[in-house]
């Protein structure tokens, strides 16, 4: 066989691409329909003509089997000490030169929504409750992933005393750097999902999220909120800064 021949093997003729086409799209369409149909309550497509709407209902049902597969009780890989990624990664919506600098002394906790005690929290009095660690990997939805350890107030412990609604179907956390995010009660419920105090066993640095971070590790990174200032307990679906422009909300891994 000539070198001619081999090359003529791997690249495919013109009209086998042209041919290969028509039948993704035809394949994609019926995977639109097939979603949206479901999604939209047996709604039929030509009712509901804007591919947005058929991509939005798609996602959101993308939200609901998520939630379902996952149930809120698979655990995340956990790590040994040596595992630790050096250096730890600063990300945010923006520099590092513009990280946020909290003081910790005047800095409350606010809490609304479906809560019984709405007494903002010090930090004083979050770090006078149970204490849990976890060594776990945090996963970046722009393609990095690095291990790390957290320690602090499991979410749970935290929401029961304050006698937050636990059938509600939201947390929002709002965040000191106007972030904000929300995830589905269950999933705030999970064992690993904890208010993270500090890292690698001393206060979190403002880079990482002082005072307070949401850590949860069945969640992707830009679930995670730093510089937590507010938290609501909600039945309305609170959305997110990433979550707004696109990003799916339950983003579970
Ligand atoms: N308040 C706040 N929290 C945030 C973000 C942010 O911009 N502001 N970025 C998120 C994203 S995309 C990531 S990957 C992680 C980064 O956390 P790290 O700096 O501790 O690595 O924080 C998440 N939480
Ligand atoms: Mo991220």
């Avoid at 910790?104 to 906790?109: E, N, V």
């Avoid at 107030?153 to 750097?177: H, M, N, Q, W």
């Avoid at 990433?242 to 891994?253: A, K, R």
Wanted: net charge neutral; aromatic share 12%; hydrophobic share 40%.
């Amino acid at each position: 066989m000539t070198l001619f021949d081999r090359s003529r093997r791997l690249v495919p003729a013109p009209q086998e691409t042209r041919l290969a086409r028509p039948d993704r799209r035809l394949f994609l369409r019926g995977g639109l329909v097939a979603a949206g149909s479901l999604a939209l309550g047996g709604c039929d497509l030509s009712d509901n003509p804007h591919v947005d709407n058929v991509l939005g209902g798609f996602s959101r049902l993308n939200d609901r089997v998520q939630g379902a597969l996952f149930g809120g009780t698979r655990l995340a890989p956990t790590f040994e000490v040596a595992d630790i990624t050096p250096d730890f990664p600063f990300n945010a919506y923006y520099p590092a030169s513009r990280i946020r600098v909290i003081d910790g002394a005047t800095w409350k906790l606010e809490l609304s929504g479906l809560v019984s005690d709405r007494t903002p929290w010090t930090l004083d009095r979050l770090r006078a409750l149970p204490q849990e660690g976890q060594i776990t990997r945090h996963v970046c939805v722009e393609g990095w992933s690095a291990i790390g350890q957290w320690s602090g107030v499991p979410f749970r412990t935290f929401l029961e005393r304050i006698g937050a609604d636990l059938t509600a179907r939201y947390v929002r956390f709002d965040c000191g750097d106007d972030y904000w995010t929300s995830i589905d009660m269950p999933s705030a419920l999970h064992p690993q999902t904890i208010l993270a105090l500090d890292y690698a066993g001393a206060p979190l640095p403002p880079k990482y999220g002082f005072p307070v971070k949401l850590r949860i590790p069945t969640k992707l990174g830009f679930k995670n909120p730093k510089h937590i200032m507010a938290i609501t307990v909600t039945n309305e679906y609170p959305g997110g800064y990433w979550e707004d422009q696109g990003y799916n909300w339950f983003s579970g891994l």
